[in-house]
T-cell receptor, first 110, second 116 residues
Framework: GQQVMQIPQYQHVQEGEDFTTYCNSS?????IQWYKQRPGGHPVFLIQ?????EVKKQKRLTFQFGEAKKNSSLHITATQTTDVGTYFC??????????FGAGTRLAVHP | GAVVSQHPSRVICKSGTSVKIECRSL??????MFWYRQFPKQSLMLMAT?????????EQGVEKDKFLINHASLTLSTLTVTSAHPEDSSFYIC????????????FGSGTQLSVL
């Protein structure tokens, strides 16, 4: 079945450093979504990418969707302690459901 | 944004008992809700898709007689863990799809189930 792979599993950075997490799907996706889950919390929607090659920015966060619509990335510039949490990508390939990647846990040291 | 309420947030039960978890969409109608299971520091694993007025669709490997799902109204889906055992201990979280043009999910706050 459809699989969504995400790397790295865990990353810790110094505050101010950049951070990137990558997502790959085994199949072409109709869209990809990104969620953030704070420790002890529930996932919160960040963004959805639909078009091939699409790039979207939210302040220090940049999201990209690959040309083949099988991969995506989230890049955070100049991390802050408020960025701490687990970032999940989730792919939609059809059948009305999302398949989540394993997530990348981000730790930011002040 | 839309709000999904999940209750209870935490439950501790004895082995062999059944536990019911409720998921409500508070300000919108949700014909479809999704139930996920999450182990510590791991991803969300889709268990089943709950469809209002019809049978739930279970993912491969999920026992439908173990995890009973009922979606009797457009705002309420319930997950009942029957005859719970310690290996059923986990974080269960429901979600509903945005009724707007996007396919994003709104998640409930989750239920931490501990089976003794």
């Amino acid at each position: 079945g459809q699989q969504v792979m995400q790397i790295p599993q865990y990353q810790h950075v110094q505050e101010g450093e950049d951070f990137t997490t990558y997502c790959n799907s085994s199949t072409t996706l109709s869209n990809i979504q990104w969620y953030k889950q704070r420790p002890g919390g529930h996932p919160v929607f960040l963004i959805q990418l639909v078009k091939s090659g699409e790039v979207k920015k939210q302040k220090r966060l940049t999201f990209q969707f690959g040309e083949a619509k099988k991969n995506s990335s989230l890049h955070i510039t100049a991390t802050q302690t408020t960025d701490v949490g687990t970032y999940f990508c989730a792919g939609s390939g059809g059948y009305n459901k999302l398949i989540f990647g394993a997530g990348t846990r981000l730790a930011v040291h002040p | 944004g839309a709000v999904v309420s999940q209750h209870p947030s935490r439950v501790i039960c004895k082995s062999g008992t059944s536990v019911k978890i409720e998921c409500r969409s508070l300000d919108f109608q949700a014909t479809t809700m999704f139930w996920y299971r999450q182990f510590p520091k791991q991803s969300l694993m889709l268990m089943a898709t709950s469809n209002e007025g019809s049978k739930a669709t279970y993912e491969q490997g999920v026992e439908k007689d173990k995890f009973l799902i009922n979606h009797a109204s457009l705002t309420l889906s319930t997950l009942t863990v029957t005859s719970a055992h310690p290996e059923d201990s986990s974080f269960y979280i429901c979600s509903a799809r945005d009724p707007g043009p996007f396919e994003k999910l709104f998640f409930g706050s989750g239920t931490q189930l501990s089976v003794l």
